[in-house]
């Protein structure tokens, strides 16, 4: 069995086979989805599609969503993470962190609406899926400031190997996806080869983050929108690269990542 443990299934890229996006994942034994929401317009949806179809949701405001959001959006997200409290399918608060990557969103802005929402996992006693690009050591520290205690998932890594470390003492799982699949991607591949197979998690980030087979040019992106689509069901094809890179066969790389999967985040079934 196979976990995606980020999988943005309500994004509109699915809405004409959403359905058949899921039974294709299941097809391919990857039996359970989280699903993160991204701003608090979509929070009960991420909600009614994990229950709709048995799969896991997280709920949060992505730092690329931060410029759009009112102050009044994170008594929201405390306001609905309380109300479902004792939903199982509620696995995290998520997709939440950091990019310094894209510009045009204000440091000040996203750091305010990280810390808080850190504030707000910890008082719900929930890990966290946190967004990393250009952030981990920002990251960190916030971690270490608000004394997070429940871990979680340190989504699409790629930092450093001491920056994975440091994560790693910190609770944290490391997420992996089809980066992994493309030789070029040195850094990446060579920290999930050398860290602890306790701190390895599986993940998509569909429709986001093709795999190599997959991966189109941004001119054949224009020419043939939807066709660089990632989804689920890509996942085990993925998590060969891991096995590879580790030695391992493709089940016990499916057994050691749905584990630690099942150790960042208790709720998940």
């Known amino acids: 069995m196979w976990i995606d443990t980020h999988c943005h299934l309500d994004a509109a890229e699915f809405d004409a086979d959403r359905d058949a996006v899921v ?7 990857v ?3 989280v699903i993160p929401a991204v701003n608090v317009h979509n929070l009960e949806r991420v909600r009614e599609l994990a229950h709709a179809r048995g ?3 997280a709920l949060g405001i992505h730092p690329l969503c931060v410029m759009g959001a009112a102050p009044g959006d994170l008594n929201r997200v405390a306001e609905v993470l309380e109300r479902h409290a004792d939903d199982q399918r509620l696995v995290a608060v998520g997709e939440i962190g950091l990019d ?3 510009e045009g969103i204000d440091p000040d802005t996203q750091q305010h609406f990280y810390v808080e929402q850190l504030k707000i996992a910890k008082r719900a006693g ?3 899926l946190l967004h990393v690009r250009r952030s981990a050591d920002k990251l960190l520290a916030g971690l270490r400031r608000v004394g997070f205690p429940h871990g979680g998932i340190a989504h699409a890594f790629n930092g450093s190997e001491q920056q994975a470390q440091a994560f790693i003492d910190l609770g944290f799982k490391l ?3 089809g980066t992994l699949t493309f030789e070029r991607s040195l850094q990446i591949r060579r920290i999930a080869a050398q860290v602890p197979e306790t701190a390895l998690v599986m993940e998509t980030d569909a429709p ?3 795999p190599h087979w997959l991966y189109k040019t941004a001119e054949e992106r224009e020419a043939h929108p939807g066709q ?3 989804e689920s069901a890509e996942l085990p094809r993925i998590a060969e690269s891991l096995a590879e890179l580790r030695g391992w066969t493709v089940e016990h790389t499916a057994t050691i990542t749905s584990a630690n999967a099942r150790a960042a985040l208790p709720r998940l079934t």
């Open 23 to 29: 039974a294709r994942a299941r097809a391919a034994g």
């Open 31 to 33: 039996l359970q989805i």
């Open 55 to 57: 799969l896991s949701y």
């Open 100 to 102: 310094y990557f894209v």
């Open 126 to 128: 929930l890990p966290v």
């Open 175 to 177: 997420g992996f996806g």
């Open 208 to 210: 986001d983050i093709p």
């Open 228 to 230: 660089a689509r990632n």
